[in-house]
Each structure stands twice: as structure tokens, then as C-alpha cells.
């Protein structure tokens, strides 16, 4: 599976919209874009996945570049509860093993 | 349905002695996964289910570990001999697969253990 970047930090204001990047330089044309995300002592929660198109759901956005090689989660208009641990994983979408390999992600923190 | 639960929450034990989790999936859902968390870390992967079929273990699961799911429905994971090391929150995760088609892994709030 391909490596990813995300910045260790970042801050959003309460009610912006929040853009977290994700480098996956090395990505191969199977490898979906996947991000989940851990809110402070629970368990991570999945968010959202691509494989080239742009995706919403009602939750956030997920931006692909055309050469794939970077995208960027959009969290609309960011509240307090968006603060968390955010997680960009590609992997393989065989979808036969959806083993997920984690990173140190990006530590989101809302500011009233 | 409330969820995929693991009891117990927390755990702590003489280095050594051994230790026994369970994880209780979302009813129906087919695949389960065990994961290891460390402080700073994003979770590890260590196993994971189909029904009752154990299908893959990571390197990171030492043949002191050993993790059953009898009746393709709850799971345990027991850790023998625990090591300091061996302090770290396991997280149970489950997920309903059919047809090729993603579905997301629902996890648990973990167990945290912690190894005098």
C-alpha cells in the first residue's frame, strides 16, 4: 500500500471550513484514497473514499487531484466535536482484505 | 444496535499474567478485525475474521497472542506471558462484506491495557 503525508497539526476556527491535506505520492491506480477519523478516546470512524473522482457525503468532501498523487478532506463548516486524530489511508480496493494501515495522521483542533 | 463493544474497557495486570478481551461486532456483520494502539500512533493492524475463519495475522502478533471468534460472532483475543510492551489499547473493529462493495469498519472503544 502506498505511504501518505499529513502535517502532525492544524487549527481551524469554529464554523470555517477545514481542508486537511493528504501527499500519497507513490499511489498506484488501484489504490483508493480512504480517511477515517479518532475522536479522543473512542475508536476511529470512517469518513469517506475515493478512487479519482471528487466525493461527498454528509459528512465532508474528499478533493482528488487529477494525477492522484495528493488529495485534501474538506470538513464544511468545522465545530467543536470535528476535533480529532484525522487518518488518510490508500490502499488496494480489492475490497477481498480491507486491512487498514494507519499513520500518525493530523491532529485537528477546532478553536471557538 | 449500539455498536461494536469490548469489555473490559480497561485492564491492568502484573507483567507475566495473562489476559483475556472481548469484542462484541455489530449484529450480522460478517468480518472482524483486532487492532493495537500506542500512545501517539495510529492503530496497528494485528487480525482479523470472516465468520469464524481467522484469514490473517500480522507480523505484530506474537504466538503469545492468540485470537478466537468461535461462532462467527463475539471475539476474543488473550495475550499470555504479558510484557510491559505489551501496554497499549486494542481496538475491535467489524464490517459487513459482500460483493466486492467497501463497507466501512465500525470500531469499538477499545480496551486499554496496561502491563505493571
Known amino acids: 500500500d502506498a505511504k501518505t503525508t499529513q502535517p502532525p497539526s492544524m487549527d481551524c476556527a469554529e464554523g470555517r471550513a477545514a481542508n486537511l491535506p493528504c501527499n500519497h505520492s507513490?499511489?498506484?491506480?488501484?489504490?483508493?484514497v480512504y480517511w477515517y477519523r479518532q475522536i479522543h478516546s473512542q475508536g476511529p470512524q470512517y469518513i469517506i473514499h475515493?478512487?479519482?473522482n471528487n466525493e461527498t457525503n454528509e459528512m465532508a468532501s474528499l478533493i482528488i487531484t487529477e494525477d492522484r498523487k495528493s488529495s485534501t478532506l474538506i470538513l464544511p463548516h468545522a465545530t467543536l466535536r470535528d476535533t480529532a486524530v484525522y487518518y488518510c489511508?490508500?490502499?488496494?480496493?480489492?475490497?477481498?482484505?480491507?486491512?487498514?494501515?494507519f499513520g500518525t495522521g493530523t491532529r485537528l483542533t477546532i478553536i471557538p | 444496535d449500539t455498536g461494536v463493544s469490548q469489555n473490559p474497557r480497561h485492564k491492568i495486570t502484573k507483567r507475566g499474567q495473562n489476559v483475556t478481551f472481548r469484542c462484541d461486532p455489530i449484529s450480522e456483520h460478517n468480518r472482524l478485525y483486532w487492532y493495537r494502539q500506542t500512545l501517539g500512533q495510529g492503530p496497528e493492524f494485528l487480525t482479523y475474521f470472516q465468520n469464524e475463519a481467522q484469514l490473517e495475522k500480522s507480523r505484530l502478533l506474537s504466538d503469545r497472542f492468540s485470537a478466537e471468534r468461535p461462532k462467527g460472532s463475539f471475539s476474543t483475543l488473550e495475550i499470555q506471558r504479558t510484557e510491559q510492551g505489551d501496554s497499549a489499547m486494542y481496538l475491535c473493529?467489524?464490517?459487513?462484506?459482500?460483493?466486492?462493495?467497501?463497507?466501512?469498519?465500525?470500531f469499538g472503544p477499545g480496551t486499554r491495557l496496561t502491563v505493571l
Open positions: 489511508i490508500v490502499r488496494v480496493g480489492d475490497f477481498g482484505n480491507e486491512k487498514l494501515t
Open positions: 475515493g478512487l479519482k
Open positions: 507513490t499511489i498506484s491506480g488501484n489504490e483508493y
Open positions: 473493529a467489524s464490517s459487513f462484506t459482500k460483493n466486492s462493495v467497501y463497507n466501512e469498519q465500525f
